[in-house]
């Protein structure tokens, strides 16, 4: 092996230079890994200062997702852990529920879901009951008009049975009147009747006369 002075080199310089090799590889390998705990330092740290930016501080991470609010699941069912496909899906820690602090959890997802469905269920019963309502309204209302037009129609025959009564009531009090006349007339028949019979009794057929006119004033109500 040729010297730096472009010489032979002895053995002791040769494990000179190999010593002086071994304490740069150490040196150097020794920086290596200072660089490479402070990158495993960084690399830990990462998720409490990305906590602190959220406004999380270490003590109150969530150990769950470690303050990131994510969470890598097994399958597509995610947080409700049910049946869905076998691909690894990221979603929402169901721990803090996305706010990363243990003790300052978000509203829950699969809780929010379960009053959505719950919701849901809700409008659709209200609407049912509306739709039955509306249905019975209809009929009800169907029914009310039929009475209102039996009421009309009542109401109608009522004025018309009012005419009739009091054209009857006219007609009445004219017949009671022609029979009043009528009686007046009989009785000075009789009247007259009387005189004859008794002025010439040989005249019978006065008195037959004086018989029926009595008869038709019991009749009329004398």
């Known amino acids: 092996m040729n010297t730096p002075d472009g010489g032979k080199a002895t053995y002791e310089q040769l494990l000179d ?23 495993d330092a960084i690399r830990n740290r990462f998720p409490v200062d990305a906590a602190s930016w959220r406004g999380v501080d270490e003590q109150d991470l969530c150990a769950e997702c470690g303050g990131s609010g994510t969470k890598l699941y097994s399958n597509t069912s995610t947080y409700h852990y049910s049946a869905g496909g076998q691909a690894m899906t990221l979603s929402v820690c169901d721990k803090c529920w996305g ?52 009421q009309a129609t009542m109401a109608k025959q009522a004025a018309e049975l009012e005419a009739i009564r009091d054209t009857v009531g006219e007609t009445e009090f004219a017949l009671r009147q022609q029979v009043a006349r009528l009686r007046e007339c009989l009785v000075e028949y009789m009247t007259l009747a ?14 037959t006369m004086k018989t029926k006119a009595s008869q038709a004033l019991r009749e009329t109500g004398a």
């Open 194 to 207: 009387d005189k004859i019979c008794y002025a010439e009794p040989e005249y019978t057929q006065y008195h």
């Open 99 to 150: 706010s990363g602090n243990k003790h300052k959890p978000w509203r829950s997802w699969k809780l929010a879901d379960q009053q959505a469905q719950e919701v849901e269920r809700l409008k659709k019963e209200v609407n049912d009951e509306v739709q039955t309502s509306l249905k019975y309204l209809g009929e009800r209302n169907e029914k009310i008009k039929q009475l209102t037009d039996a």
């Open 17 to 39: 230079m190999n010593a002086a090799l071994r304490q740069t590889i150490a040196q150097q390998t020794q920086e290596l890994q200072q660089e490479r705990d402070k990158c």
